[in-house]
């Protein structure tokens, strides 16, 4: 008699609503390759064709790779010590958790009118420089690049915090102790300790906020200039104000490719500098 | 001679999480500036911003529309994840890997094409521009995030409870409903909150799908910001970080948060 074991068929009835979630993401991934390659008579490469030719959106797609990379890697260096202090203040951690979390969790349209409001040529910033008088005029800090990198650093952080800090818990303290007992000091300790073990976290962070970037639509468009585009502010445009479907589903699966070859990338990435054993 | 370099390690770190915060601190501090810009030295306080927002009836209904949709979709997705999650759980498909991979996959996409997906079948469906298609729309987005911690409670209870339960007589409704339910609780609260405060807060995905019948906070806040960033915005948004930070305590309170840092096996 193996009462727990002998379910019935009938519960698999349960999974359908999930089903029918996971039906209707897949329904629409199949619609996305459907529009961006179904032209008028047929399969066609039209759409592709109309993104690919075009030297300025060559620009916009290697600025997108570019902020997306150099944001990321910026998170996860910023982020590292903050996982750290977490992990060091155990008794803190609840308090300070919190402080990570609630940021991350805000809205990022409210996160990113913050830094308007900060960096913005009459913002905090400028304003209390000028009225120092370290400053004449106002710094350009937002409308440019620099915005968009700011911007996106400060919405990614928390998250490689999290993720960093999950695998920091994971470490035994007692190979700090054997290393410390060994005669590493506690610098050295981190680094060829701490710092290999705790990789695998730092690369998970990685992944996801190098595609939150990918996508991101708001940041860009509030803190760059008009100039400043990026894929996500394309995609958005092609839906928003040219209803043009096809366009949007070709450019949404070049993101997608150019997603999946940075994710393979950071996989050979981390293969190399974290050991086998690690991972 | 470690010790100085610990200490200053410390501060530095310290400065970097004080960093986190810092928009949000500044917003809160400009909703209350009388002169609805924040300056150094601070001027003159006033709840006059606050007041313009609670006067104003599309604020009122655009935080309605955000918390009635958040509310929706928290159960909704809740209740959906449970029903998957257990029968995963009892009946242990073989292609139980496969499934939960295409579960978490949402997450893999970039939202801006996970945006255009789900315009392209909302359009198809009649649902684009309407309070439903958005709750569609979340729901798809929060089930990973609402998946993951009903598992990790469903896979603490103890078998041998079930056992017993099956023995003595209970029929699977009754185990469904009456054991692993109330033993779960602490999942199915981290993800009725996690997902109430992710649809909430959401507005990339939602910027798609809004129309001129229904829009979200988020997303309004994004359409004012664009026509005029009057100080009014302020006092809404540090209205959304109190709902955010309302729940966090709520879930610290209730669950505590140590599932968002737990070690993901996968």
């Not at chain 1, 708001?218 to 928003?240: D, F, H, N, S, W």
């Not at chain 2, 309070?131 to 103890?158: E, K, Y």
């Not at chain 2, 799908?209 to 988020?218: A, D, N």
């Amino acid at each position: 008699m193996r009462g727990a074991t002998s379910t019935p068929r009938s519960l698999g009835w349960l999974l359908l609503p999930a089903l029918l979630v996971l039906a209707l993401f897949l329904g629409s991934v199949a619609l996305l390759f459907f529009h961006a390659f179904w032209g008028k008579d047929g399969f066609s490469l039209i759409y592709f064709r109309q993104i690919l030719d075009r030297a300025d959106y060559h620009e916009v797609f290697l600025r997108t790779v570019s902020i997306a990379a150099i944001v990321s890697v910026a998170a996860a260096i910023l982020a590292y010590p903050i996982a750290w202090l977490l992990w060091r203040l155990p008794r803190w951690r609840n308090l300070l958790l919190v402080i990570v979390l609630v940021p991350w969790l805000v809205s990022l349209v409210v996160r990113t009118y913050g830094w308007l409001v900060i960096l913005g040529p009459k913002g905090f910033l400028n304003e209390t420089l000028k009225w120092a008088g370290v400053i004449q005029s106002p710094v350009p800090l937002i409308f440019n690049d620099l915005g968009v990198v700011i911007g996106l650093t400060h919405v990614l952080m928390p998250f490689a915090v999290i993720s960093t800090l999950s695998v920091l818990l994971q470490i035994d303290h007692r190979l700090e102790e054997a290393s410390e007992s060994l005669g590493a000091g506690g610098f050295d300790t981190w680094r060829r300790v701490v710092l290999p073990l705790s990789l695998p976290g730092v690369f998970t962070g990685l992944s996801i906020t190098f595609l939150t970037s990918m996508g991101a639509i708001v940041t860009p468009i509030l803190l760059g200039g008009v100039r400043q585009k990026m894929a996500g502010t394309q995609i958005y445009q092609e839906v928003v104000y040219n209803f043009n479907m096809s366009k949007a589903s070709a450019w949404a699966i070049c993101l997608l490719l150019l997603s999946a070859l940075g994710l393979a990338l950071l996989r050979a990435a981390e293969a190399a500098l974290v050991p086998k054993a690690d991972r | 001679m470690n010790a100085p370099l610990i200490r200053l390690g410390r501060a530095g770190s310290f400065a970097l999480l004080l960093f986190l915060p810092l928009p949000i601190v500044v917003i809160g501090a400009t909703s209350f500036a009388a002169a609805g810009y924040l300056r150094f030295p601070p001027g003159e306080l006033s709840l006059r911003w606050y007041a313009e927002a609670a006067t104003d009836p599309r604020w009122i209904e655009a935080f309605a529309t955000s918390l009635a949709i958040a509310a929706v979709v928290a159960v909704l997705v809740t209740a959906i994840a449970f029903a998957g999650a257990y029968a995963c759980h009892r009946l242990r498909p073989r292609w139980l890997p496969a499934f939960e991979l295409a579960i978490m996959s949402p997450l893999f996409f970039p939202h801006a094409a996970l945006g255009v997906a789900l315009v392209n079948v909302l359009a198809m469906a009649g649902y684009l521009g309407t309070a439903t298609g958005i709750v569609i729309a979340h729901v798809v987005c929060t089930l990973p995030f609402a998946w993951r911690p009903i598992v990790v409670a469903l896979q603490r209870i103890d078998g041998e409870i079930v056992e017993a339960a099956s023995l003595l007589g209970a029929d699977e409704r009754r185990i469904a409903l009456g054991i692993a339910l109330p033993l779960a609780r602490s999942g199915l609260v981290t993800a009725l909150l996690f997902s109430f405060i992710i649809s909430f807060d959401e507005v990339t995905v939602t910027m798609f799908l809004t129309g001129p019948q229904v829009t979200t906070l988020p997303v309004q806040i994004y359409a004012f910001i664009q026509e005029n960033a009057s100080p009014v915005l302020a006092a809404i948004s540090t209205a959304t970080v109190v709902v955010t930070l309302l729940v966090v305590m709520l879930l610290e309170r209730l669950i505590g948060l140590e599932f968002f840092v737990a070690h993901d096996p996968a």
